[in-house]
């Protein structure tokens, strides 16, 4: 039986706002094609550089250090304070998985470490882009892709993501040549066009040397057809915006600006993607960017499709622009009103010290039909909507303690300075796991609404704060608000939410569950517009504590998980990938040839894992 939660449905305060701001028309240019390819594993366990040079900033998602101007160089937070809770956790575990179809593990830190024969970096976190449709499931992560058939056999992968998209190898560890470093994949199945998009966000280095050229851009690659094991077209749309390579000048600090953390989605005309704009060599955030691309150029191959571009950071837009998510649809729904609608969401409470807000915001891109004839014709307009307060994460998320390894040989005399090369650092156990921001995450359009998600501060039965999952289900049309409450449980956090709808309006949010009797796992509960969500469920329990190299002194970076997961549904099956941990070994498994590997399962300075499950609506 479900479990009705508190559903709290507020007034909603919804005054269109057309804008009168004029788009930037621009041109994607096409740079090549694609097949991917499994690239070998393999490589040494350990090498003397492990980690990016250019990337060693840090990120900062997880609410616990971003003023604004940090220099983290992806992934950027400008949260300025922190909140209480906004409610206490109160839904309940489900006692079986009746709904589960089934699942298998997706790409993991090994994957990603050894991949292109061990010429990448250790990268945590691995974010989280899934995609599904036509009897296929593709699953990207940081730095690695593979594709899946429905049964969860491996067609394709690992694929390391520099040689998908056609760069060199990230770190040739014999030449000590870098190549672009890549980032945040996100992909997205269109059932309207029976193709595949993918993207990445790609830093440009100095020639072949570790320093960024400060140039960056969102690198496309677009299916030649319905199946994603074929051939690719790829795209370059340069997101730097100083006036080169066509792009407008938004006057960034220190020259060039950064199209971090991009997202994708869709209507029946254009593809949207979204960033948020920083200086990359400066302080200073200058508002989320939004692009359309012409869909049907994409799906044919074109040369040169159009682009048209709103600047969140223009003076004229009345609402804050941050994290503007861009709905995906399902199953071929898309909004026909008004030419052609892609509807968008984003929230405000990182913009405030308090770190709180009851409003979030409802964007709309129109008129998309004349993308190829008028592109300039198209429309943005954003309202502010009333919901359940939210607020920021304010704690780290506890674990359950377990065996870590790496933890423990950083701890013993003889063990890092002998086995790893870096010098003692004793710290805590189990050690605090980073949870999401309140920054809006994936968004859906299916029967007619709008779904979205968000983390959430809440208080814990035993009184500390943890992280739950608020959610909404909103009408496009008139900003009504069917479903918005709290996901949250009294004894573990939810975190990195993503929803998934049919086009019949039944969902699924996917999640991480952990806490100080939990494991990092796999979990989900149903969704729909007139009861909310459902009763938690594991689809797949950890098997250990989180144990990597993010969070020690010595590498200089907060702890890290996720910055965001993924669902997708595909007919009646909602896919969902959510981070967890899949292994656990002791110090002596770990010490054990080949080294640090834990027979396969991990790497030297990480052990997080993906998983991809099948849940039948």
Known sequence: MKTRLLIAVAAVAFATCALGTTPTTLKLQKVGTTVPATTPVGGAPLASLELDPAMTAGDADSGDGGDLGGQPVVNRSIAHGHAGSNRMGNARRAKSHPELLGGFDGLNFHDQRYANGGNQFSVEPPDQGLCAGNGFVMESVNDVLAI???????????????????????INRGTGAYGPSITDPSCYYDAGTQRWF????????????????????????????ADPTGAWNVYSLPVQNNGTQGTPDHGCTGGFCLGDYPHIGADAHAVFLTTNEFALFGPGFYGAQIYAISKQALASGGASPNVVLFNGGDPSIPAPAFTVWPAISSGGQYAGKQGGTEYLLSSDAVFYDSGTSNTIWLWSVSNTQAIDTAPTA?????????V?????????ARQKPGSTPLRDCFALTGCAPTYLGYPNIVYPAPRGMAVNDSRMQQVSYANGKLWGTLDTDVLLADGSH???????????????????????????NLTYGAAAVTQSGRGVIAFTVVGPNDYPSAGYASLDAKIGAGEVH????????????????????????????????????????????????????????????????????????????????
Do not use: K, M
């Open 198 to 225: 993918q993207v990445v966000l790609t830093l440009d280095r100095i020639g072949t040397t570790s320093f960024l050229a400060g140039t960056n851009h969102l690198d496309i690659a677009v299916s030649q057809t």
């Open 148 to 170: 899946y058939d429905n049964a969860g056999n491996r067609l394709v992968g690992p694929v390391d993501l520099n040689t998908f998209y056609g760069y060199p190898a990230a």
């Open 466 to 492: 943890g992280s739950g999952i608020n959610y909404f289900v909103i009408n496009p049309n008139s900003g009504g608000v069917f479903a918005n409450g709290t996901l949250a449980l009294p004894d573990a």
């Open 538 to 617: 594991v689809a797949a329990a950890g098997a250990g504590p989180w144990d990597g190299f993010t969070g020690l002194p010595f590498f200089g970076s907060a702890p890290r998980w996720g910055d965001y997961g993924a669902a997708a549904a595909d007919g009646n099956t909602i896919w969902t990938a959510s981070e967890y941990i899949a292994q656990t070994c002791t110090l002596a498994q770990y010490l054990t040839a080949p080294l640090f590997q834990c027979g396969g399962t991990r790497g030297a300075l990480g052990n997080w894992a993906t998983r991809i499950s099948a849940i039948g609506l």
């Open 378 to 386: 198209l429309t943005l307009n954003v309202s502010p909507l009333t």
């Open 388 to 396: 359940q307060q939210y607020a920021v994460p304010s704690s780290l």
